[in-house]
C-alpha cells in the first residue's frame, strides 16, 4: 500500500495499477459541512465545502480553490485548515483501503474553507470532513471499476 503525503493546493497521486479492482463515485458531489462545537461560553467552528469529481482514470487528485478574502482571515490560518482538510481527504482513502474498497479515479476541489483565528481548532476540520466523506463514500454514491 502506498502512503501518500498531503502537500497544499494541487497534487495527484498514482493510486494503483490497472490489474487491481477499485471503486469510485457514480456521479458529482458537492457537500457543504458547517461542524459547531458548543463548549461553556464559546463556540468552536469549521465550515468545509467540498467538490468530489469521478475521473476516467486510476488518479486521485486535490486542489485548494478556497477563496482568501483577507478580511476574516489570514492566508496562513486558511493554508493550515486546507491542509488538515487535505491529510483527512487521504486518511479516509487510507481506511477505505483498509476495509478493501480502494478508491480511485477521484478529484476534489475544496471549495469553501472558513477558519476563524480564535474559534477554529483541527479537531472542527477533521469532523466537518469526516462527515461529508461519510456521506460521498457511503455505499450507494460509489460503484465497482476494473
Not at 18 to 47: C, G, H, M
Not at 108 to 121: A, G, K, L
Request: glycine share 4%.
Amino acid at each position: 500500500m502506498q502512503m501518500p503525503r498531503c502537500v497544499p493546493h494541487q497534487r495527484v497521486i498514482v493510486a494503483t495499477t490497472p490489474d487491481q479492482p477499485s471503486w469510485r463515485l457514480k456521479q458529482t458531489i458537492i457537500e457543504y459541512e458547517r461542524y459547531v462545537r458548543q463548549i461553556p461560553n464559546v463556540e468552536r467552528f469549521a465550515i468545509v465545502g467540498m467538490r468530489l469529481i469521478p475521473q476516467p482514470n486510476r488518479l486521485i487528485s486535490f486542489r485548494d480553490l478556497a477563496l482568501r478574502d483577507g478580511r476574516f482571515l489570514a492566508f496562513d490560518e486558511l493554508r493550515w485548515a486546507v491542509h488538515v482538510v487535505g491529510q483527512i481527504l487521504l486518511n479516509v482513502l487510507t481506511e477505505q483501503q483498509a476495509q478493501g474498497r480502494l478508491i480511485t479515479g477521484l478529484h476534489c476541489d475544496i471549495t469553501t474553507c472558513v477558519v476563524h483565528p480564535v474559534d477554529s481548532h483541527e479537531r472542527d476540520f477533521v469532523q466537518a470532513t469526516r462527515t461529508i466523506l461519510e456521506r460521498c463514500f457511503a455505499d450507494e454514491q460509489l460503484e465497482q471499476f476494473g
